[in-house]
């Protein structure tokens, strides 16, 4: 239940930001006080693009009950959150946005957390 529960939330986020980032990138990255250049604005719609492929990920590996497939789901998505941990990490020693970048921080580390748990408690497949 505690997998469903986080696939399906990351699911439904990565669709949220996904399709944000696609359709609106120099809105939403005004919200974080980040100037997007039109010539740049192909880079956090890339972003966007990779996140509807995780929530679609997501979403349907909610589903599965076990296996190497779901194994395979949930160590990608580990180390998915990971390096944006550490790319948050970078970003906000950077100086460069709002006290919202934060936010993004928060929702990487949780989200390692998360699957992190499922990686390394979970027993493997057989």
């Not at 399906?8 to 919200?31: D, H, N």
């Not at 460069?96 to 993004?104: C, D, E, F, Q, Y």
């Amino acid at each position: 239940m505690r997998l469903f529960l986080t696939m399906t939330v990351t699911a439904i986020g990565s669709l949220l930001f996904g399709l944000a980032y696609l359709l609106f990138p120099e809105k939403i990255l005004a919200i974080y006080n980040i100037v997007l250049e039109p010539s740049n604005q192909w880079i956090p719609r890339y972003f966007g693009a990779n996140l509807l492929g995780i929530a679609i990920i997501c979403w349907y590996g909610r589903l599965a009950k076990s296996g190497i497939a779901l194994h395979a789901i949930i160590k990608g998505l580990f180390i998915t959150t990971i390096i944006g941990f550490v790319v948050s990490i970078f970003h906000i020693m950077d100086s460069t946005g709002n006290s919202l970048v934060w936010s993004i921080i928060i929702i990487y580390f949780l989200l390692s957390l998360g699957f992190g748990d499922f990686v390394f408690r979970t027993p493997p497949p057989e």
